[in-house]
């Protein structure tokens, strides 16, 4: 079974930078479309950036578009969320999932914080 466990969050300020890591566990990862989610409390839970199996083709919200990049290690089975230029409205819980279909088990997230 696919367990995620994503880590790399935390408190920062307005401006700063943070890099999330999710740690994949299965036989499926490189065939797989992966997205970063963020959820807000009393909000639902939202794609910020989806990147294709290979890596090729990736896709952003508008509101981190131009200050988050995502990548993936298809070797280590990891997918990373580069997270630069950081605003008060980039806070939430992140999780890393499948970018469609039946998502996998989620994992714990991480927390980030952006005070101004």
Do not use: H
């Not at 963020?38 to 839970?45: A, H, K, S």
């Amino acid at each position: 079974q696919v367990q995620l466990v994503e880590s790399g969050g935390g408190s920062v300020q307005t401006g700063q930078s943070l890099r999330l890591s999710c740690k994949v566990t299965g036989n499926m990862f490189s065939m797989e479309n992966l997205a970063w989610y963020r959820q807000v409390p009393g909000q639902r839970r939202e794609v910020v950036a989806t990147i294709s199996s290979a890596g090729m083709t990736v896709w952003y919200a508008d509101a981190v578009k131009g200050r988050f990049t995502i990548d993936r290690d298809n070797l280590k089975k990891f997918v990373y969320l580069q997270m630069n230029d950081l605003k008060p409205e980039d806070t939430g819980v992140y999780y890393c999932n499948l970018k469609d279909g039946m998502l996998w088990p989620w994992g714990p997230g991480t927390q980030v914080t952006v005070s101004s």
